[in-house]
């Protein structure tokens, strides 16, 4: 994959200041993409913003709660007006307010972790969806989870939005195809990020979990940002509605 086969492209990708995020954010520009970033702080906003740009690459920030409707729809109107269009959408957000034993949860936490972890995944999709139809298609990446195979010890409500992703890809692929628009999903399996510290800092977990790794490690964001803009790219053109497990080598199946 050459470092300008993105070229002229435009990604947006959400909850993208730090993390998975930010690594598909390098990966997406470092390949020529003009790359939107956004999370719901203006200060990390605007970190993620300076460090991109001293990497070269062609950057717009914005706050964005992907929640709520009125910012999904400044989202992408920013982005058409600051970019003319839209080719990628890596749909990255996700929240997980819960940690426990599973019959212990709410209902609230079950709306807050379906509404943005599945249901802003798909409105977001929705709303781009007839902009890259404009532009001859397009690819839609869906960030999900090894839990979503194999649910984890402490974050049941969690993992079952990430299963609905697996789900999300398959339903919408055929449909989209229609349009020359790709939906794929990468599962990673546990990446060092401050979003799973929970899970890194506990010892325990982490000994019963790299029991079931071939690769005795956790995972670098860089190495699930490479495989997002591999499913992005013209080398993935025969690929769509797929999951590509990052996971070190944990068996994964449904």
């Known amino acids: 994959m050459s470092q300008s086969s993105l070229a002229g492209k435009v990604a947006i990708v959400t909850a993208s200041t730090d993390g998975?995020?930010?690594?598909?954010?390098?990966?997406?520009?470092?390949?020529?993409?003009?790359?939107?970033?956004?999370?719901?702080?203006?200060?990390n906003v605007d970190k993620a913003v300076a460090l991109l740009q001293s990497q070269s690459?062609?950057?717009?920030?914005?706050?964005?709660?992907?929640?709520?409707?009125?910012?999904?729809?400044?989202?992408?109107?920013?982005?058409?007006?600051?970019?003319?269009?839209?080719?990628?959408?890596?749909s990255n957000a996700a929240v997980n307010p819960f940690f426990g034993n599973i019959m212990d949860s709410t209902e609230d936490v079950w709306d807050k972790i379906l509404s943005v972890n599945v249901t802003s995944a798909f409105l977001m999709t929705k709303l781009v969806v007839p902009h890259m139809t404009k532009r001859g298609g397009g690819n839609v990446v869906f960030v999900s989870s090894?839990?979503?195979?194999?649910?984890?010890?402490?974050?049941?409500?969690?993992s079952v939005s990430k299963t609905a992703l697996l789900g999300l890809t398959r339903a919408l692929a055929p449909e989209l195809a229609q349009s020359n628009i790709r939906v794929n999903c990468v599962a990673p399996g546990v990446i060092k990020t401050k979003f799973s510290s929970a899970l890194t800092g506990n010892e325990d977990i982490m000994d019963e979990f790299k029991k079931q790794l071939?690769?005795?490690?956790?995972?670098?964001?860089?190495?699930?940002?490479?495989?997002?803009?591999?499913?992005?790219?013209?080398?993935?053109?025969?690929?769509?509605?797929?999951?590509?497990?990052?996971?070190g080598g944990i068996g994964c199946r449904l």
């Open 57 to 90: 690459i062609t950057v717009t920030g914005t706050t964005c709660n992907v929640g709520k409707e009125e910012d999904r729809e400044k989202l992408v109107q920013l982005t058409l007006d600051q970019c003319g269009g839209i080719d990628i959408l890596v």
């Open 146 to 158: 090894v839990a979503g195979y194999q649910p984890m010890q402490a974050l049941g409500p969690y």
């Open 214 to 247: 071939s690769i005795k490690r956790v995972g670098e964001p860089e190495e699930i940002g490479g495989v997002i803009a591999f499913l992005c790219s013209e080398d993935a053109s025969y690929i769509t509605g797929e999951t590509i497990t990052v996971t």
């Open 20 to 43: 998975i995020g930010l690594a598909a954010a390098q990966a997406l520009g470092k390949r020529g993409a003009h790359v939107v970033v956004s999370s719901r702080r203006q200060a």
